[in-house]
């Protein structure tokens, strides 16, 4: 899951420009986003309560949305959500990696 979102964070850095004019990114995106939703659905309750702040079963209904509807796929709307979601996912997921190492 953690490098599925360092790609993803990769593919954001490259910027708005890259984004539109490389489809092999927005595809790639797309998978590690499904990536990411079958991952999330199988994230425990316990995690899924302590990092409320990730959307966990929007992650996982994306998935469902990105397999199974691909030709419906608004790139200019995933771009945004990219944007938007994969900072707060990231800075969770490294939470979660750290608290397992305490352990």
Sequence with gaps: MQEAVEDL????ER???????DKL???????L???LGEA?????????VQ?????????ARVRDVYTHAYHRVDYDLMWEQ???QV??????LNDVDVADEEE
């Design 9 to 12: 964070a990769a593919i954001i």
């Design 15 to 21: 910027g708005r420009d890259a984004w539109d004019g």
């Design 25 to 31: 990114a927005r595809l790639a995106a797309q998978k």
């Design 33 to 35: 986003m499904e990536i």
């Design 40 to 48: 999330a659905k199988q994230v425990s309750e316990g995690v899924r």
């Design 51 to 59: 990092y409320e702040q990730v959307a966990w079963s929007d992650l």
């Design 82 to 84: 990219l944007v938007a």
């Design 87 to 92: 900072p707060t996912l990231r800075e969770a």
